[in-house]
């Protein structure tokens, strides 16, 4: 039988080969495993007991690194899913252990949805074109952030994208999302207009849709989701919002936008590139038109006008 970390490094070998998950995917699945293999010193399959992960549930709960940070909820779910996606492994290649299903996650707080509506997003929306930079400088920026709103894309799928890919007569276009699954994304008017405005300003030979026009650069680079995120701020700060604002902020614009003029849920799902409905379920207690509608018929009735 082969030691917990030679099978540990077949698993991520699965991960990558056979279930095709992405590098940073399967990273994480390292760091996840390897320190739990390191937690237990090496244990065997059948030394994974409930008993043992009940323990490791807690020295996660009560970790915390050099400077007295502690790991998040989340965090310490993520480690759990990855050992959970261990086992399984381990049980399709009978090899006898813990069954995963007797690893529960941690309850999660409900997730709060920050997102841009009304003279905010108008504002954010608006901020590129009053920037003092060059004009093929705002003209991208312009680009991304209707792009942004427009599509709901994820800043790594924005960054990723490929001159190739978009068909500006088609109004839409396939991306890859997470897992490298395809979905259809839709361009707006504006986004499709200030795409077009961009790359007709374009003088450089880079098969990426969005570069850095860094002067220093010969070639032109594709922008990272860092600098996307920065420029993202950078408009916020333009338009007047003091909240933080991110390009996930957005997606969840978008989301919110949809819902609230009347999209289903199962539309939004697909749009936003979900594979879980629940995920998408964090955005209908910020949606409901029927709890608004009571609200607004029952409250504070007996004020007066």
Do not use: C
């Amino acid at each position: 039988m082969a030691g917990l970390e030679n099978l540990i490094t077949q698993f991520l070998e699965y991960l990558e080969i056979e279930k095709n998950r992405s590098d940073k995917t399967v990273r994480n699945y390292n760091f996840y495993l390897k320190r739990f293999n390191e937690w237990a010193g090496d244990t065997s399959p059948s030394g994974i007991t409930q008993e043992k992960v009940r323990q490791y549930r807690l020295w996660l709960n009560r970790f915390a690194d050099e400077h007295g940070h502690t790991l998040k909820k989340n965090t310490q779910n993520y480690h759990l899913i990855a050992l959970r996606a261990f086992l399984k492994y381990l049980a399709k290649r009978d090899i006898k252990t813990l069954s995963a299903e007797k690893i529960e996650l941690g309850k999660m707080p409900e997730r709060i949805v920050d997102f841009l509506e009304g003279n905010d997003l108008e504002r954010i929306l608006e901020a590129p074109t009053l920037a003092d930079s060059p004009e093929v400088i705002k003209k991208r920026d312009k680009a991304i952030i209707e792009l942004l709103f427009s599509t709901g894309l994820r800043v790594s799928e924005l960054a990723n994208l490929k001159k190739e890919q978009i068909n500006l007569k088609k109004e839409e276009f396939t991306v890859r999302g997470k897992g490298d699954k395809p979905r259809v994304v839709f361009l707006s008017n504006q986004a499709r207009f200030w795409v077009k405005q961009y790359l007709e300003a374009r003088h450089d030979m880079s098969p990426f849709l969005f570069v850095s026009h860094d002067r220093a650069h010969e070639s032109e680079a594709a922008l990272t989701p860092r600098s996307v995120e920065r420029l993202v701020k950078k408009y916020s700060k333009i338009a007047g919002i003091t909240k933080k604002v991110t390009p996930h902020t957005m997606r969840h614009s978008y989301a919110t936008d949809l819902l609230m003029n009347g999209a289903d849920i199962r539309s939004v799902q697909a749009m936003l590139g979900h594979s879980s409905i629940t995920t998408t379920q964090i955005y209908t207690h910020i949606t409901n038109q029927q709890l608004r509608d009571v609200h607004k018929s029952f409250h504070g009735r007996r004020r007066g006008k």
